[in-house]
């Protein structure tokens, strides 16, 4: 198939990934490129393989009033990635695409009538694709039965992300914990730092410092005595890093709606002790791993302290039987398969 692969516009699609959307771009486009498809990636400036020619403004915070952050753009930069996927919609609607998949948060694919659209759903209802969303082309996925409840839409295909096990591969294990992701409030590290201390266990927080505001009042004071920060990795490293890890810990104050970091951790070989809280309840659920309820820290240290206990295989087993990418592929395959079968009959 000829696949047009449609990424969201705030940060590049290149490692070391910025989160688990760039990350789901990414190995998508790679498997499907593995696999003989023709893919066609549409991306932020900076990104790896991409059509330049089309590429999506980068977010540029200089002179801003405003601090950075990942919720939020400076004044004036919404309606140029308005215009930027505006101007793609127009060349796909006259391109020869089998397939456009697009996992952007902007509305303006929405709004088309004839693209064979596969749109999935990666977070919580955001305001202005609700708006347009119900009278989209094509077929809807969501990455997690939670996510899909959120959006409340007939007919949406649940499809759960995966994990390359050639990339998160096993490792020993080790004596600290490891937390890792966007060092932003909704996913609370502050909360994995204290859960440690508690606990007794060392930690490093591996990860992009989003937001400078959260950082200086929650995460810099907390550094130190058994604490570090570290830049983020690319995959193959943080791999390995996670895999010499004795625990990942995993405490988002939102609903989380996949939690791609449980599943890298537990390919790895290394437990989880998470809240329990969206797409990662899911993953937990009928784990060998642990969550707890959300805010819980003395639960999770309790969690923490007893991740020795957890076998390292049988953790790894889980992750891959459940998570794996052939089957994922295959999956996305199924629902291409399916538009394609529409845009034939219609």
């Not at 789901?24 to 393989?49: M, N």
């Amino acid at each position: 198939m000829k696949i047009a692969v449609v990424a969201p516009g705030r940060h590049p699609i290149a490692e070391p990934y910025s989160g688990g959307l760039e990350a789901f771009c990414g190995i998508l486009v790679t498997a499907l490129r593995r696999r003989g498809h023709h893919v066609d990636l549409f991306a932020p400036a900076g990104s790896e393989g991409h059509v330049r020619e089309f590429e999506f403004p980068l977010v540029d915070w200089v002179g801003s009033v405003d601090r950075e952050n990942d919720t939020t753009y400076p004044a004036g930069h919404q309606e140029r990635e308005d215009a930027a996927y505006r101007r793609l919609r127009h060349y796909l609607e006259h391109a020869d695409y089998d397939i456009v998949h697009n996992n952007s948060l902007n509305p303006e694919l929405l709004r088309s009538h004839s693209l064979p659209l596969v749109t999935t759903l990666h977070c919580p209802p955001v305001p202005a694709m609700a708006e347009v969303i119900h009278d989209a082309p094509g077929l809807i996925t969501a990455v997690s039965h939670s996510t899909a409840h959120s959006w409340s839409l007939p007919g949406t295909i649940v499809v759960p992300n995966a994990v390359d096990p050639a990339t998160w591969r096993p490792g020993p294990g080790g004596d600290k914990a490891v937390w890792f992701g966007r060092v932003v409030p909704e996913k609370a590290p502050h909360l994995a730092i204290d859960a440690c201390r508690v606990a007794g266990v060392e930690l490093t927080v591996i990860g992009r410092r989003s937001d400078p505001a959260y950082w200086d009042a929650e995460i810099a004071p907390r550094l130190g005595d058994g604490v570090v920060w570290h830049e983020p990795m690319a995959h193959q490293e943080l791999a390995r890093f996670v895999g010499r890890s004795k625990v990942a810990v995993i405490t988002p104050t939102w609903d989380e709606p996949f939690g791609l970091v449980a599943i890298e951790a537990m390919s790895c070989g290394t437990p989880v002790a998470a809240f329990a809280r969206g797409g990662l309840a899911e993953i937990v659920a009928g784990s060998p791993c642990t969550a707890v309820p959300f805010a819980d820290v003395l639960g999770l240290a309790e969690v923490i302290r007893a991740a020795d206990d957890v076998d390292r295989g049988t953790v790894t087993d889980y992750a891959r039987a459940r998570y794996g990418i052939d089957n994922w592929v295959a999956a996305y395959t199924r629902v291409y398969e399916a538009v394609l079968r529409t845009e034939v009959a219609s």
